[in-house]
């Protein structure tokens, strides 16, 4: 990952190959997101699956979170911490017009995506469950990253709301 991030941010933010074709990407869902999650991918070919998550007929065992509360917390911390993420890539304060719009679509789409994971998960299992409700915030903030300084607030919603839908 230390070799491939400036490589792969260079093409996005640099003046790359990837800039020069119009590619935007404001604050880093390709350049951090989708690099780390290809890292994880990596990783999870060589590690294997987890232990205990697979039965011997191939069914799905459920690890379910030991401590809702703290991954509660942690979401809630992650969600706060976008906003220094998100409006801080416009990297100063020239704009607060800007400023402001990238906070707002941030936060609808992470709200969005609590709701469509809620009620994806209260239609599929017949209850809301709290860890796809965090893991839902946490999906529509990881969408919205990078457009959220070029979609208005209506289509940040549905970014949220799909991302949610897909956790």
């Not at 999870?44 to 039965?55: A, F, H, Q, S």
């Not at 709200?111 to 209260?122: E, K, M």
Request: glycine fraction near 16%.
């Amino acid at each position: 990952v230390a070799i491939i991030y400036p490589i792969q941010g260079h093409w996005i933010w640099g003046g790359g190959w990837l800039a020069k074709l119009g590619f935007l990407d404001f604050a880093g869902s390709t350049v951090v997101h989708s690099v780390g999650g290809w890292a994880g991918l990596a990783g999870i070919i060589v590690l294997g699956p987890r232990m205990g998550k697979y039965e011997a007929a191939g069914r799905v065992t459920p690890i379910p979170g030991h401590n809702m509360p703290l991954v509660t917390l942690g979401g809630f911390i992650l969600w706060l911490g976008w906003f220094g993420f998100n409006p801080g890539s416009t990297m100063g304060t020239s704009d607060p017009g800007l400023i402001a719009h990238i906070a707002v679509t941030t936060n609808l789409a992470a709200a969005a995506g609590v709701i469509s994971s809620s009620l994806t998960s209260r239609f599929m299992f017949g209850k809301a469950d709290l860890s796809m409700s965090v893991n839902g915030a946490l999906a529509g903030l990881v969408a919205i990253t990078a457009p959220c300084a070029f979609v208005t607030p209506a289509v940040s919603i549905l970014i949220g709301a799909f991302a949610g839908f897909i956790v």
